[in-house]
């Protein structure tokens, strides 16, 4: 399986710790690919130039959810996912992880716009708004989150540490004890340390 991805994404990175998981490492040829580069194998795989991407066999899957859902449903019968698809709850929380990630990313965008002159004060304290609600929220429904690790770790572990990565400036850890308690309790995971963000 051809696995497009770039080491400074958020989403190709809950990809990569699923397939660190379920340890099918060796199964997937990693490709890096850059979007901007409109390499024609990528755009042939991702026609709308975003990573990640999938190559199953001949089988396109697109987007970091449905690849992560493909690969655990494949390999494990479900184990990552199904304690998460089982509870309404956890599939709500589940979706405010991923749209905090989505925010994160729209904040990156928007600051890179700095140097474009097209920076918009609008939506940069929007975003701001939404991060520190979505944390807020997120901090106070962890006490529904599984004791056995699931996507739903997988996918706020990349969160919290896209924050870093690209926002050193929000102190996350500092306001919200609950989210770094979680943090450091799964931080030496296996999956999590072998698939850092890098760029």
């Known amino acids: 399986m051809d ?16 397939i660190s998981e379920i340890g099918i490492q060796e199964q997937i040829n990693f490709i890096e690919s850059h979007p901007f580069k409109n390499d024609s194998a990528f755009l042939q795989a991702s026609p709308l130039g975003k990573v990640p991407c999938l190559d199953a066999d001949g089988e396109i899957i697109l987007d970091s959810e449905v690849i992560c859902d493909f690969l655990d449903a494949s390999f494990t019968g479900g184990e990552l996912f199904n304690p ?3 509870d309404w709850r956890l599939k709500s929380l589940y979706s405010m992880v991923s749209g905090l ?4 990313v729209a904040r990156q ?7 474009d002159n097209c920076f918009s004060e609008f939506w940069w304290n929007r975003h701001n ?7 807020k929220a997120i901090e106070e429904r962890q006490p529904l989150m599984p ?3 699931t996507i739903l770790h997988i996918n706020l572990l990349s969160a919290l540490t896209y924050l870093d990565f690209r926002h050193k400036d929000i102190e ?3 306001d919200y004890s609950g989210l770094s308690d ?10 999590y340390t072998a698939n850092p963000l890098q760029g």
């Open 3 to 18: 696995f497009y991805y770039t080491k400074s994404s958020p989403y190709a990175n809950c990809v990569r710790m699923v």
């Open 84 to 86: 998460v698809y089982a």
């Open 101 to 104: 990630i989505d925010t994160c």
């Open 109 to 115: 965008v928007e600051n890179l716009r700095r140097d």
């Open 129 to 135: 708004s939404a991060i520190s609600r979505a944390l």
């Open 147 to 149: 004791e056995e690790f």
């Open 172 to 174: 996350w850890r500092k």
């Open 182 to 191: 979680f943090f450091n309790t799964w931080k030496s995971r296996e999956s």
